[in-house]
């Protein structure tokens, strides 16, 4: 019979606790044989250990409410995360009356590291809400919304992605939907089926049409280089901005692939090219016999550039 309310000295209690640390008997089998009750044998063994060591105690607590407020840091991150990259992103279409909305991104974007139940709590809606929206039927015009979208995608992957809009919109059509250009442009814009732009032919910008003296070509595409400073190639390129055209001359070292010099202006007179090779001399210092490579364009064969280069003892080289 258990003594149900008894109180029990301090001596008592040291034997039991002996008992079970020393012949290394379980709390069950001595609480059954003295008639204490296993939860009161359980608090005095853990009495027992706070008195005997207070500190580990005081480190286990502090160890504990550290822990409690990293998880509440890493919650409280997440929350933040989830409301700068999803809420943000559609907050002008987050309306209360348009929750579809907002579980849309929540079926989108939830993941084991951003699940459900936490994005339901930042975006503010309920979960049951949400599961309830989930398993619901879609309505027609979404059934047909998906179909539609099989037929661009299909019409996307046949073109190897250089159809346009209104091809799109027009295998839409042929495959029996009355659909509008702007749904086939919405779909199109939020699936990316963009189509893929080859780039305009580059027209060469300077002109080699001249009578100026020209230089035979010592690279022949010859890229191989074990040094700095022994090929430079140059070249204009021309840009357009909101003033009008500029024109940017670079020099390329290519052992390293870098620009070693560049002058930028809204002409493409000699003096461009002969800034930026003074630019790129007097930063680098090349020694006698660089290859200097280029273009026969009528900057590089003019005068006052050919002088420039002898100047510096660079050797010249030229491609069509």
């Known amino acids: 019979m258990k003594n149900n309310g008894k109180r029990y000295t301090a001596e008592f209690k040291a034997d039991i606790i002996r008992l079970i640390r020393e012949e290394n008997r379980s709390v069950p089998s001595v609480a059954e044989d003295f008639g204490v009750n296993d939860q009161t044998i359980r608090n005095w063994r853990k009495d027992t250990k706070d008195k005997q060591d207070p500190d580990k105690v005081k480190i286990a607590e502090l160890e504990s409410e550290l822990k409690e407020a990293k998880k509440k840091v890493a919650d409280q991150e997440l929350t933040i995360d989830i409301l700068k990259r999803y809420l943000k992103k559609g907050y002008r279409h987050l309306r209360p009356k348009q929750p579809e909305v907002i579980f849309q991104i929540i079926k989108q974007e939830s993941s084991s590291d951003c699940p459900v139940e936490k994005m339901c709590e930042a975006l503010d809606i309920w979960r049951s809400s949400y599961y309830a929206w989930l398993e619901r039927k879609s309505s027609q015009r979404q059934q047909e919304t998906e179909k539609i979208l099989e037929v661009m995608k299909i019409s996307h992957f046949k073109s190897q992605g250089m159809i346009g809009l209104d091809k799109i919109w027009d295998d839409v059509k042929d495959a029996g939907f009355r659909c509008g250009r702007n749904r086939v442009y919405n779909l199109q814009k939020e699936h990316k089926l963009y189509s893929v732009r080859k780039k305009p032919f580059r027209v060469c910008i300077t002109d080699s049409n001249h009578n100026l003296p020209k230089a035979p070509n010592l690279l022949n595409q010859d890229f191989q280089v ?95």
């Open 226 to 320: 074990d040094k700095p400073n022994a090929v430079w190639v140059t070249d204009i390129t021309e840009f357009k901005a909101t003033s009008g055209k500029l024109y940017l001359a670079t020099i390329k070292d290519i052992f390293h692939k870098e620009i070693v010099g560049w002058a930028l202006a809204n002409h493409m007179r000699t003096e461009l090219c002969l800034e930026a090779l003074k630019n790129a001399v007097m930063r680098h210092r090349p020694p006698k016999g660089l290859m200097h490579h280029s273009d026969q364009g009528s900057q590089y064969c003019s005068n006052a550039y050919i002088k420039e280069l002898e100047k510096h003892g660079m050797i010249r080289s030229m491609s069509r």
